[in-house]
């Protein structure tokens, strides 16, 4: 028993199975926005270049890590490794082979909530560990971007918990049975994409780490294994958060069709799932193709007056009309 | 009358132990791959995109640093407080939002006071 449940958590469906829908979501992400832009994208590690993160990683992490003069070693060396596992540690409590997750508890989506903050605020002590002029440049930027999406997407969060009576994301998927949430708070689901689009750092709130800026932004002087750990960190919180809306909003592994066999309903749901994942995948990717990068105050400025009272009058629409 | 404590999980606490220990050793053992230096000079210089040479650390705002700390601390006391809200009552949903915002607020203000929030 003990056993199983520690290889779902590391192996199937926890771990080991996100990391590669993270590099899959790499590609994904890169061959979209190449066809979107008449390119061609990764073309020549596996079929259709589909290995090409996988490729990316290992020779990143095969160079040399050079440690910047200035830099705080302990923070720099052992912070990639923690960043890494803010995503990590979440994945756990995302039901994906039936309407339980690995791990459950009655809160747990504040647990989530909480590493969603300790993963924006690993990114910026990195970038302050780095030393460089880019790095804090771009660490100002990102907790200037934080104060601004952070609410909002917390609000847009705690909506789904409310309608559901259960801050457990396995209660919320488990009350969707009947209807998803995304249609009782449509604003709350375009909220919390949006201010996912900022926590991952993609266009149009790319700004900490805008290249064409101020470099790498806060991961300039990262090099070899860290730069590695940090790119994979970003794609699996890419998963992460795709799999956290669709829990949260989209019914999770639920379907319209049930079978009586356990086996082949864990199999269905585990195909719901992953379909709903890649449409939200999906939606970030065009997304993050289609807009250009805004500067830091606009973000701010945005957030704070257009999707913080946009998820305040979703919460207050949902606790008037369908609180019981 | 008082109710009794739901059984707790033990994997709610081990899983995410697990997971970062797991993730630590793989991260050790994937460092063998390549190879490691440091020093002064040169190459170990920051990046500096071929304009002058950057100040020296000390000129950073370390209070920042400190803030993003006392940040998650004050945070996690708001989540909690927000956890309560199972009770039949919207009370603790709106003391969940004044706590969360007046966070922000503080946190926001803060940085404005120690110059954090030049960028």
Redesign the interface.
């Known amino acids: 028993m003990i056993a199983t449940e520690v290889a779902e958590i590391l192996l199937f469906p926890g771990l080991t199975f996100f990391v590669w829908v993270a590099f899959l979501f790499d590609w994904l992400d890169r061959k979209t926005s190449a066809r979107m832009q008449q390119r061609v994208g990764p073309l020549l590690a596996g079929p259709s270049g589909v290995l090409q993160p996988v490729a990316d990683f290992f020779k990143l992490t095969s160079k040399e890590e050079i440690v910047p003069e200035f830099a705080d070693r302990f923070i720099f060396f052992l912070g990639p490794a923690l960043f890494f596992s803010a995503p990590a540690m979440g994945i756990i409590f995302i039901p994906i082979l039936g309407t339980t997750a690995i791990v459950s508890n009655q809160y747990d989506l504040l647990f989530v909530l909480f590493i969603i903050a300790f993963s924006a605020l690993m990114a910026a002590f990195l970038g302050y560990a780095a030393a460089g002029r880019w790095s804090t440049i771009a660490m100002g930027r990102l907790i200037a971007q934080y104060t601004g999406y952070e609410i909002p997407m917390i609000i847009a969060l705690i909506t789904p918990a409310i309608l559901a009576h259960s801050l457990s994301i396995t209660g919320i998927v488990q009350a969707q049975q009947s209807i998803w949430y995304i249609v009782l708070a449509p604003l709350s689901f375009i909220v919390f994409i949006v201010s996912a689009l900022a926590e991952l750092e993609k266009p149009p709130f790319d700004i900490p780490s805008a290249k064409t800026e101020i470099v790498g932004g806060w991961m300039t002087e990262f090099s070899g294994r860290p730069l590695a750990y940090i790119k994979l960190t970003k794609n699996l919180g890419y998963a992460f958060l795709s799999a956290l809306a669709v829990s949260l909003f989209l019914g999770g592994p639920l379907g319209p069709i049930l079978f009586t066999d356990p086996m082949l309903q864990a199999a269905l749901y585990f195909v719901y799932f992953v379909v709903k994942l890649l449409f939200v995948g999906f939606l970030i990717f065009v997304i993050r193709t289609a807009l250009a990068r805004i500067k830091i105050d606009q973000a701010v400025r945005f957030f704070w007056m257009v999707i913080t009272p946009l998820s305040l009058i979703q919460l207050a629409f949902i606790m008037v009309v369908w609180w019981k | 009358m008082i109710g009794r404590m739901?059984t707790?999980?033990p994997?709610?606490i081990a899983?995410?132990v697990?997971?970062?220990v797991?993730?630590?050793i793989v991260?050790v053992a994937?460092?063998k791959?390549?190879?490691?230096?440091?020093?002064?000079?040169g190459?170990?210089?920051?990046?500096?995109?071929g304009?002058e040479q950057?100040p020296?650390?000390g000129t950073?705002?370390s209070e920042?640093?400190v803030f993003?700390?006392l940040?998650?601390v004050v945070?996690?006391f708001a989540?909690?407080v927000?956890?309560s809200?199972?009770s039949p009552t919207?009370l603790y949903?709106l003391l969940?939002?004044a706590g969360?915002?007046g966070v922000?607020v503080a946190?926001?203000w803060w940085?404005m006071l120690v110059g954090?929030?030049?960028?």
């Open positions: 739901p707790l999980d994997f709610v899983g995410p697990l997971i970062v797991a993730d630590i991260y994937v460092g791959l390549g190879s490691k230096s440091s020093g002064k000079g190459k170990y210089q920051p990046f500096t995109g304009e950057i020296a650390r950073y705002q920042l640093f993003a700390a940040f998650m945070e996690a989540l909690i927000a956890g809200f199972a919207n949903p969940f939002l969360g915002g922000i946190v926001t940085l954090g929030m030049r960028y």
